[in-house]
């Protein structure tokens, strides 16, 4: 068993974070005045991070920080249309109005700009900006490169080559191959404002007063505690000009202590409360707002030399022996128990012949023949998180996930990090110091598969091995390889989508990963808080939300 870093009194990781003592301290240390609220039309969101995000373009705490930071006060050349409930977010428009493939160059991208965008600074958004945003994160020799934009982008933008400037609002990108992914790949690419990094002259100056064209601008923030934005009232959308006066983001990474907030009335929005607490939201008249999204939380396994997971009897195995139907009821029904790498019906799923399930008879069999026993188990160690962006309850998860493990001739053991630490770790590969010298073998790190690079190529690939990508495991292989190369020239999306349910299909049968569940996104709100739309997609937007009391 594995104990919270707040309490060593719980018996278990679900009272740690049904009675811990931390979390009530933590409330009390983040209690706003009352006249505050009252003075202006306000909402207190409760994240899931621990600290706040990086503000400065690329943002940190992996998507979250994109939700509460990145796409809050920055925009990118393509954006999510987040407007919708009933269908799966979609790419649209942003700082770009169009873009094309040049017919006679598959590898050159023309991006018209949108004309009268201003940053929070009052400067002019032109194609000068999106050259100088290329080089902030591409070009070492670039006097404002900045080495942790780079890091937190690289594995988003692999594709782009170069950027150039044909004129004022219009740019030419170039890129290394042919690739259909690059409209989704600029959606995870920020603009910082050139004009105000020049004016304050570093980008530690710069995070004190942040400058984008995004929705929200910035006021304040207080690291580990809160930090307020005020909407843009020029933003460029109308459609997209917040409704409320002011937004503050709180980072309380405990569970109980986020519905702590909202019940005494100290938040108003809540990412993430435990499902055993949702009884008792309901009957205080808080909205339970949930959806489907493409989410994936799983055991990466690592494939390097002598890891225990390159036997796929254990692969096969762990994904035999794990009750994802159990663990629903224990989240409370709020999530998709896994049937492989994407969700159930996904248009990429097609058709594998090894079927995910609870049969633990058959995992002990494919153990037992690998030689382990009762007697002899086999030992494997996880690196997971305590909190995070799409981890959902990661702790009493992990304790379920182990418990079900250990009966299949498992030792299932943990090693637990706050998530910035884990991403950290994640972007180094399996056989990084760290990882070899702690005898992990195996993370959980939720992940989207919103589209074909973020759901197969920053996985799958050789050349996506972290931190190129998100290959953490090290996998090889040379089908996939071909495969997803052949798929990332694949412009019409019938034949792009027989291809990548191949490579789904390839995935499940070799049980390269250990599959569990897909988040459906649980968040509470107050009773006056109105208009927001929970899109399906990682990525929400705060602007539709208006307080009325």
Not at 260 to 265: C, D, K, M, Q, V
Not at 283 to 294: D, F, K, Q, V
Not at 404 to 433: G, I, Y
């Amino acid at each position: 068993m594995i104990q919270s870093p707040c309490s060593l009194k719980a018996q278990t990781l679900w009272d740690t974070l049904r009675y811990s003592a931390c979390a009530i301290a933590l409330i009390g240390a983040i209690a706003l005045p009352a006249t505050h609220a009252k003075a202006e039309n306000v909402l207190r969101v409760a994240m899931t991070a621990a600290d706040i995000p990086i503000n400065i373009g690329q943002p940190d705490q992996g998507f979250e920080g994109f939700r509460f930071m990145g796409y809050m006060l920055y925009d990118t050349l393509v954006l999510w249309d987040l407007s919708k409930a009933d269908e799966p977010a979609s790419l649209t428009p942003g700082l770009a109005e169009s873009w094309s493939v040049d017919p006679e160059n598959p590898e050159r991208w023309i991006f018209k700009l949108r004309k009268g965008v201003k940053y929070h600074d009052g400067s002019d958004f032109t194609a000068d900006d999106v050259v100088w945003n290329f080089e902030k994160v591409r070009n070492t020799d670039a006097s404002h490169y900045e080495p942790k934009q780079a890091a937190l982008v690289a594995v988003r933008i692999p594709a782009l080559k170069s950027v150039s400037k044909i004129d004022d609002y219009t740019i030419e990108i170039l890129t290394n191959g042919v690739s259909a992914y690059v409209p989704y790949q600029v959606s995870f690419w920020f603009m910082s404002s050139q004009e105000h990094y020049e004016k304050v002259g570093s980008w530690a100056k710069f995070a004190k007063s942040p400058s984008g064209t995004g929705p929200w601008k910035f006021v304040s923030q207080t690291p580990r505690a809160k930090v307020e934005m005020v909407p843009n009232k020029e933003y460029w959308n109308p459609a997209r000009v917040p409704k409320v006066d002011r937004v503050i983001l709180r980072p309380i990474p405990e569970a109980s202590a986020r519905v702590a907030a909202l019940l005494s009335g100290q938040v108003d929005f809540v990412e993430a409360p435990p499902p055993d607490t949702i009884p008792r939201l309901k009957s205080s008249g808080m909205s339970i707002i949930t959806n489907a999204y493409p989410h994936n939380w799983a055991i990466k396994p690592s494939r390097i030399e002598g890891s225990p997971w390159n036997d796929i009897n254990v692969r096969k195995a762990a994904n035999l022996c794990i009750d994802r139907e159990g663990m629903n009821q224990m989240l409370g029904g709020l999530s998709v128990p896994s049937e492989g790498h994407l969700p159930p019906g996904d248009t990429w799923f097609g058709n594998p012949t090894f079927k995910l399930g609870y049969m633990p008879d058959d995992a002990r069999k494919l153990m037992a023949a690998s030689g382990h026993s009762a007697d002899k188990p086999l030992t494997v160690k996880i690196a997971i998180s305590t909190s995070g962006s799409g981890q959902m309850q990661p702790l009493p998860m992990f304790e379920f996930l182990q418990a079900n493990l250990n009966e299949c001739f498992f030792d299932v053991q943990a090693e637990v990090m706050e998530w910035n630490a884990l991403t950290a770790f994640h972007r180094k590969p399996a056989n990084s110091e760290e990882a070899v010298s702690k005898g992990i073998n195996g993370a959980i790190v939720s992940h989207a598969t919103q589209d074909p690079y973020s759901g197969f190529e920053r996985f799958f690939l050789s050349s996506r091995i972290s931190p190129a990508g998100s290959n953490w495991g090290m996998l090889k292989d040379a089908w996939y390889d071909k495969t997803l190369a052949e798929a990332a020239k694949t412009f019409d999306p019938d034949k792009l989508a027989k291809i990548l349910s191949s490579v789904h299909e390839r995935a499940v049968n070799n049980a390269e990963w250990v599959w569990v569940t897909h988040d459906v996104n649980p968040r509470a709100t107050a009773p006056h808080v109105k208009g927001f739309v929970q899109a399906k997609s990682w990525f929400q937007d705060l602007t539709p939300i208006y307080i009325e009391r």
